[in-house]
């Protein structure tokens, strides 16, 4: 009897098309690679949902940086990130490749998630590093490097570019340092200033913080106008952005969870060797 060959399943994650289409038959002609190819964020969601759920799921997800992110006629890309649909929920909303590792990392954490980039960028690297991505590499770099990725990211293996590491170790302490402040800040805070605060990140309005925590309106304006004065900020934006960065989620919702299921129109792209 012969050794039986450990399989890779890889799924490839951009909205073009073409290159979705044939980096996938690149990898499919690997002879221990089965992959499969997404044309959007809600697409490769329901592809990880459908093959975890028939008991063989991905291992390697390799996903577009700038997915979903359209640019203007005869313009450039927008950089800013898209919120990504978590795994499960209504909605037919984009997401860019970073927020996508980002949900993709909360629900599946054994998949392991590569991104491709058109350029080198420290700033996003250090994004998608954060994200939960092993590894970010340039869409035009070899097959032979991008499968020495895949197969070192299932050893546990974080993959850069030589020249993008000084800039992402640098974007990495200065967020750290930035997230430091913050946390000193929110720490200044009282319980029940907290407790507004995480309202605030969920976006409620001084009513609703009211009834939620079954308040008056008038004293939840006072502990709005002490957040802000304690965090050193001007504004519910501002106070709400620094917070993030303290790492303080929204509060949670008070409404009951709809059912879960994908909604929109999604397309799958690419092969899938049996």
């Not at 459908?50 to 991905?58: I, L, T």
Request: charged share 25%; proline share 6%; glycine share 10%.
């Amino acid at each position: 009897m012969g050794v039986s060959v450990v399989r890779i399943r890889v799924l490839v994650v951009d909205d073009h098309r073409i290159f979705a289409e044939s980096l996938a038959a690149a990898l499919a002609a690997e002879p221990d690679v089965d992959v499969a190819a997404a044309g959007s964020g809600p697409a490769a969601l329901r592809c990880l949902e459908r093959a975890a759920a028939e008991g063989r799921g991905y291992d390697v997800m390799l996903v577009d940086a700038e997915l979903g992110v359209l640019a203007p006629a005869g313009g450039r890309r927008a950089t800013g990130p898209v919120p990504v649909p978590a795994p499960g929920a209504a909605g037919n909303g984009q997401a860019d490749g970073i927020s996508l590792v980002a949900g993709v990392r909360a629900a599946r954490p054994s998949v392991r998630t590569v991104v491709l980039a058109e350029k080198d960028d420290p700033s996003r690297a250090a994004l998608a590093l954060q994200a939960g991505a092993c590894g970010w590499v340039a869409k035009d770099c070899s097959l032979q490097r991008l499968l020495a990725v895949v197969r070192g990211v299932l050893r546990d293996e974080t993959h850069l570019p030589a020249a993008l590491l000084t800039g992402v170790l640098r974007e990495l302490l200065a967020d750290r340092k930035h997230r430091s402040e913050s946390e000193q800040l929110v720490e200044s805070l009282t319980p029940r200033e907290r407790e507004v605060l995480r309202c605030m990140v969920a976006g409620l309005g001084r009513k609703a913080v009211a009834e939620r925590l079954f308040l008056s309106p008038h004293t939840v304006r006072t502990h709005m106008q002490n957040v802000l004065g304690k965090l050193g900020v001007h504004s519910t934006l501002a106070a709400v952005a620094l917070a993030r960065r303290a790492g303080v989620g929204p509060a949670d919702p008070v409404v009951p969870r709809q059912e879960s299921g994908l909604a929109g129109d999604v397309v799958e792209r690419g092969s899938q060797p049996a």
